[in-house]
C-alpha cells in the first residue's frame, strides 16, 4: 500500500483499492472486540494500569520483530509527530481503562466516542455528514443504553476519564494519520507504541502484582497485545494513508454495534428493540458518508488528510 492517499475518480462502482481502506477498517473493528474480552479478564486480575502497560510491552516486542524501524533519517517533525502519536495512545489506553473501573461500560463506550463523532463534525464539509453524525452518536447512546442510566447514580470522575479518553481518540486519528504520511509500512506506529509503553510503564510497574501473573495471564495479556494494538492499530494506520479522518470518525461507530451483535451470538445477550434500532442508525451514518465519498470530492477540496 502506498504511502500516500490513493488518487480519487469520480466513477460510481468503487475499485477494489477504493474499497481497501473500508475492509481494513472493519478488520480493526472485529479485532479489538475479541482482544476487550480478553483484557476484562486481565482487568479483573491485574488492574487497569498493568494491564495497559503488559498490553503495550508486547506489543512492542511483537512490532520491533515484524517492523525493524529505522532511529535514523526522520526528520524532525517526524519525530514530533510519532511523540504525539505515542502520547495519545497512552493517555487514550490509559485513561478509558480508569473509565471503566468507574462507569458502566456502556456508558463510558458513549462518552468516549464523542470525541471521534466530534472530530467527523468539525472535519465535515457536507450537511449529509452532519446528519450522518447526528445519527451515528444516537446509535450508540442507545446501543450502549447511556439513555437509560440515570444520571446522579453515575460517576462523575468515571465521566471525566472517559470524557479524556474521546478527546486523546480523536487526537489518535489525526496523529496516526500524521505518523502515516512520515513513515513506510509501520515503522512510525512501532516508534510510538515505544513511547506510549514508556509513559505507561511507571505506574503499571508499580501497581503490578508479579504474585498474580500466571502463564494463563501472560498469554492473555498477548492476545489483548495482538487483538487490540498490534492488528487494530496497524490496520488503523494503513487505512488512514487514503482514507480522510472524517470518514473514519463515523465508520467507528460500528465498534458499539458490533460489540451489541457478538454479545447476542457469543455470550446469547438478547438485543433490545432500542437497541436494535440504534444499531440500524449506526450503519445508515456509515453509509450515508461512505455513499458521499464515492460519489467524489467534497467542493471545499475534501482536503481532510494530515500531513
Known sequence: MPASPATRSGADAPSPRAATPLLLVLAAIVSVQFGGALAALLVAHVGPAATVTLRLALAVLIMLAVSRPRLRGHSRAAWLAVVAFGVSLALMNSTFYASLARLPIGVAVTIEFVGPLALAAVLSRRLSDALAVTAALGGV???????????????????????????????????????????????????????????????????????????????????????????????????????????????????????????????????????????????????????????????????????
Not at 163 to 191: D, K, N
Not at 207 to 232: N, Q
Not at 238 to 246: E, I, M, N, T, V
Open 141 to 307: 447512546a442507545l446501543i450502549s443504553g447511556a439513555l437509560t442510566v440515570p444520571w446522579h447514580e453515575l460517576d462523575h470522575v468515571g465521566i471525566a476519564y472517559a470524557a479524556a479518553a474521546g478527546a486523546c481518540w480523536a487526537a489518535y486519528i489525526l496523529c496516526s494519520q500524521r505518523v502515516g504520511h512520515h513513515f513506510p509500512q509501520l515503522e512510525g506506529l512501532t516508534l510510538a507504541m515505544i513511547v506510549a509503553a514508556l509513559l505507561v510503564a511507571p505506574l503499571g510497574l508499580v501497581t503490578l502484582d508479579p504474585a498474580r501473573l500466571s502463564w494463563g495471564l501472560l498469554g492473555a495479556g498477548l492476545g489483548v497485545a495482538l487483538l487490540s494494538s498490534v492488528l487494530p492499530y496497524s490496520f488503523e494506520l494503513l487505512a488512514l494513508r487514503r482514507l480522510d479522518a472524517r470518514v473514519f470518525g463515523v465508520l467507528l461507530s460500528l465498534e458499539p454495534a458490533t460489540a451489541a451483535l457478538a454479545g447476542f451470538v457469543v455470550l446469547g445477550q438478547r438485543l433490545s428493540p432500542l437497541q436494535l434500532a440504534g444499531m440500524a442508525l449506526v450503519v445508515v451514518a456509515s453509509a450515508i458518508v461512505m455513499g458521499a465519498r464515492r460519489r467524489g470530492p467534497d467542493p471545499a477540496g475534501d482536503s481532510a488528510e494530515v500531513g
